[in-house]
């Protein structure tokens, strides 16, 4: 996921500088929440790998920017202290989820 994630990240920054990060979002949450569904359903590795490795890094690589974006351009004085709380609730929320 991680790997997958990565470059994703860069094109999610991209989509959001053309389409707006809350678009940007929606796009990313709806591909990661179709993956995490549909690997409930798998019956095999290869299978769970493909829905839940790469749908959910896609769908994280673009949901990841699109918050820092949004803070950073709403806060331009604050940047470290937007991205300790944005970071912060991406650890978190990866807490909860597992």
């Known amino acids: 996921m991680i790997l997958i994630a990565g470059p994703f990240n860069f094109i999610g920054a991209n989509v959001a500088m053309f389409l707006g990060t809350r678009v940007t979002v929606i796009i990313g949450l ?3 929440i179709l993956g995490v569904f549909l690997s409930s359903f798998a019956t095999s ?6 829905t839940y ?19 950073w351009s709403n ?24």
């Open 75 to 98: 806060y331009p004085d604050h940047k470290g202290r937007v991205t300790g709380i944005i970071m912060a609730g991406f650890g978190l929320s990866a807490t909860i989820f597992n």
């Open 30 to 32: 709806s591909i990661a």
């Open 53 to 71: 490795g790469i749908m959910f890094g896609i769908g994280v690589g673009f949901a990841y920017t699109s918050p820092l974006m949004a803070g």
């Open 45 to 50: 590795f290869s299978v769970f790998f493909i």
